[in-house]
């Protein structure tokens, strides 16, 4: 016999699982690592998940589902 519940998956913890991830910046949710995605171009895209350590507002803290979508022009 077989298990193959999904519940059983173990992810790194800086796994890119939107499920972790608030709407908005900060707040308790994890620092992904980067992602990528492929503009209207057709060009592959590096997107950090966390903001820079000298942005104003939230410095060097994670994005959230919104700004990453905005960044990738989704939102």
Do not use: C
């Amino acid at each position: 016999m077989v298990d193959n519940s999904q519940g059983h998956g173990i992810y790194a913890s800086d796994a890119l699982l939107t499920r972790d991830m608030n709407f908005n910046p900060a707040g308790s949710q994890p620092r992904l690592r980067e992602g990528w995605f492929i503009n209207i171009s057709g060009e592959k895209v590096t997107q950090d998940m966390n903001f820079p350590a000298d942005h104003p507002k939230f410095p060097d803290k994670p994005k959230g589902m919104k700004q990453i979508l905005t960044e990738r022009g989704l939102y």
